[in-house]
């Protein structure tokens, strides 16, 4: 029987994490010496493209969006990258992932905040104690690993859990750009973790599920992420 995507990636990120060694890990910075290595990556995570431009996005696509009364959610939490440059700046984060393994990642790293909960989450779906709970979304580096399908059950499920007026960030891939044609291009078929999409068809979805665009990137060659993928705010 045939794998679903979120079976796929659960299964792929578990195996990631109980394999993660950051002595190890090919760094995606190629800067970073073999010296430099332990202090660099200090999450599981920031072996991927560079730290800097993870930084970025966070300073522009969540920081703005969020406060200290800010209760926040991020879809896949990974190993805590992304929430432990968001964990100080609201009052309260929900870590949300497929992977077990992942979030016991997170968790370890994390486990000095006590503003942080963590929760595995399944088929898409959050439990209902969460409807209408969050002032911000976010998922960064995620939704380059889902098919449009998936995505579109995230975005049905972030309207619930977000409070009215509340606002999202989501980071898809991008054929539209030349580094995202690229990617493309050199496509193999037995990258199940690549889902290639468009703007076109992800502002689609959005509209479907009844929000509204309140930001999106555009590539200025100044950031991995944005020369790259789609990254888009939303409200509901």
């Known amino acids: 029987m045939q794998q679903s995507n979120v079976e796929i990636n659960q299964e792929f990120w578990n195996d990631y994490a109980k394999k993660w060694d950051k002595s190890q890990v090919i760094l995606g910075n190629q800067k970073i010496t073999d010296d430099e290595r332990d202090n660099y990556i200090n999450y599981l995570g920031d072996e991927w493209a560079t730290v800097e431009d993870a930084v970025n996005i966070v300073s522009e696509y969540i920081t703005p969006f969020i406060s200290q009364d800010s209760t926040v959610a991020e879809i896949g ?95 898809t891939t991008n054929i539209t750009t030349p580094n995202g044609w690229a990617r493309f291009a050199a496509y193999n078929n037995d990258e199940v973790l690549y889902q290639p999409t468009s703007p076109d068809a992800i502002k689609l979805l959005i509209e479907k599920a009844q929000f509204k665009v309140i930001k999106e990137s555009s590539p200025d060659g100044n950031n991995f992420y944005s020369d790259r993928d789609y990254l888009v705010v939303i409200q509901k």
């Open 77 to 171: 939490v990974g190993g805590g990258r992304i929430a432990a440059k968001v964990v100080e700046k609201v009052k309260k984060i929900y870590c949300f992932d497929v992977a077990e393994e992942m979030l016991k990642k997170a968790e370890a790293a994390l486990s000095e905040y006590p503003q942080i909960k963590f929760h595995l989450i399944k088929n898409s779906q959050f439990e209902a104690e969460f409807n209408e709970q969050f002032d911000f979304v976010y998922s960064f580096d995620v939704f380059v690993h889902l098919d449009l399908l998936t995505i579109w059950k995230y975005l049905n499920s972030i309207y619930k859990i977000l409070k009215s007026g509340g606002k999202a960030f989501i980071h």
